[in-house]
Structures are given as C-alpha cells and as structure tokens.
C-alpha cells in the first residue's frame, strides 16, 4: 500500500480506522491474524469514497460481516479490511417489507418482522450472521433460503457503481448467489413478507430457536457448518457414522454435539483448523466414497 494512499485513509472520512486489529474479534470461529488497515464505516457515503479511494491501487479490499462461515488465516489480511456489522445495521419496515443493511444480524431483522406481525423469516431467524453475508451464500435453515424471501438486493462493485438487483437476477441457487459470483458487495436487502398472526409467529419463531440451541454447539467457536451437503447424503451423518465425534487435532474439535460443526476448543489456529477439515474429509472420501466440500469461506495471506 502506497503511503500516501495510508495517509488519505487515516486523515478521510471513512469511519473508525484500526491498524494491525486482530481479527480474530471479528469471526464466530474466533481465529484470524491481523488485518494491515481495519475500517467500520457508518454511511454508503463513507463506504463509496473508500472504495472510490482505492480504484486502480494495488490495494486488496477485503469486506467481513459478523464473521460467521468465515475462517481467517493465522497471517491476517494485507491491504484494507472492511467491517460491516453494528456499524452498518439499520433496519427499517415499510408495509410487508423489511429493508435491512448489511451488517444487521439476520436475527435482528427477522425479530423486526415479528414486531411489525409479517410471517416468512421464523426458520432463517437463528442463522448466525450478518444480512449481507446471508445473501451473498444465499444461506438457509430449516427449508428457507434467502431466495424464497429476499425481493431485491442493493450492491456496489468494487469501483464505487450502486446497482438494484430484484430477486431473479440474483441467480440464487444452493450457496450462491450473483453477488458471491461476481465478488459484489451488499450494500442492503430488503426482504418481502406476508402478513401473519403475531403468536403463531413467535411461536414458530421459538419453536425454531428450541431446535437450534438443543442440537447445534452454540456456546462454542465455530463457524457454522463447516461443509456443504452433499447429494443424497447428510455430512453430518457421515461424520458421526465414521466414529469422528470429539474427534481433535490440538484445539480443533469435531463437535461431540452436532458433528457437522468443527469447534475452537479455546485457542486453535487457522492451520489447526485446516489440518482438521482436511483429515474430516480424507477419512469420509476413504470410508464412503463422499467427497465433503467445505463450505466455510477461508480468506488470508497463506
């Protein structure tokens, strides 16, 4: 990074500016080494003169939400990383619709919902990240993807254009999305609903949340489930059935609750983290012919 590009950084007005932050902080997983410059802009205003910024620099721009699906590694990021969490998170309900930015958390907006009595987000309402991660990965829970509730998507390419996506033109399909292909960052989504009956939503909201919280390791790092489903088989099943529950590699652990989630028993590294994952799947890949795709996002100097 050009000094003078450092200079512009730490004197503009892009929001709270970090340097060598551990981000670690920022991911579910609770692994990551430094990031060179970390931003948490509050405004689009702020978010566009940074990346207007950065046109044509040979800077790397890399953008995290809440950090889940995510595993940083143990070198950081180099360049400038952008934060979009409670710095970014307004929500707002307009008639059936909920319009939230992209660092709200999906339960936020989701309980918004519930306030205002519009049913269709119960079942994404404990998927544990952010609005624009969400919709990047098309994520999904319990039948519901953001493709069944998603209307249109605000975006803004890497050279500072805003473009309005509608929902078909999102190309959402299992873990994808237009934005994740074409490397696009949400700005905002807003999300069409119907309306409903207030307690029978709140119970289905519940009912969700009980499902979660009795099977899934919530009360450790880690970053979700950690591989894709394969066709016509579960990971999870494959894992247990193979004798990996509790199964570690130093502070990197099977969970012995749900075995689709890998955990940080407390202090893993990335490279503890991999070395897992890569063991997870060669002993499946041996075992059942199933080749296991990882599903959490790896990012960071190698």
Not at 72 to 77: F, Q, S, V, W
Not at 89 to 106: D, F, M, P
Not at 126 to 131: K, N, Q, R
Not at 234 to 256: H, W
Request: proline content about 2%; charged content about 30%.
């Amino acid at each position: 990074m050009r000094e003078e590009i450092k200079n512009k950084i730490l004197s503009g007005d892009f929001g709270e500016v970090l340097l060598n932050e551990e981000l670690k902080k920022y991911t579910t997983m609770h692994i990551g080494g430094p990031a060179d410059i970390l931003i948490m802009p509050e405004t689009e205003d702020q978010l566009t003169g940074l990346v207007k910024l950065l046109k044509g620099e040979d800077t790397p721009l890399t953008f995290i939400g809440r950090g889940s699906n995510l595993l940083i590694r143990d070198k950081g990021i180099r360049g400038v990383v952008v934060v979009l969490r409670e710095n970014y998170s307004k929500i707002k309900v307009e008639g059936n619709l909920v319009i939230a930015q992209a660092g709200a958390a999906l339960r936020d907006a989701a309980i918004a919902s519930f306030e205002n009595s519009l049913t269709g987000m119960e079942a994404v309402s404990g998927i544990p990240g952010s609005v624009g991660g969400g919709v990047i990965m098309n994520a999904g829970a319990y039948g519901t993807e953001m493709k069944d509730i998603i209307k249109n998507v605000k975006t803004m390419d890497k050279d500072g254009n805003i473009k309005v996506y509608t929902n078909e033109e999102m190309d959402f399909s299992y873990r994808h999305s237009l934005a994740g292909e074409k490397d696009l960052i949400v700005l905002e989504a807003s999300f069409e609903l119907k309306e409903g009956d207030r307690e029978k939503i709140y119970e289905a909201f519940e009912g969700f949340d009980y499902k979660r919280s009795s099977r899934q390791p919530l009360d450790r790092y880690s970053a979700g489930s950690t591989f894709k489903r394969p066709e016509g088989y579960f990971a999870s099943k494959l894992i247990d059935e193979a004798g990996l529950r509790g199964f570690t590699i130093n502070q990197a652990q099977v969970s012995e609750k749900h075995t689709g989630f890998l955990i940080n028993i407390e202090n893993s590294t990335c490279e503890n983290m991999l070395e897992l994952i890569k063991e997870v799947q060669k002993i499946i890949m041996d075992k059942y012919s199933v080749k296991l795709e990882r599903e959490v996002k790896l990012i960071g100097e190698e």
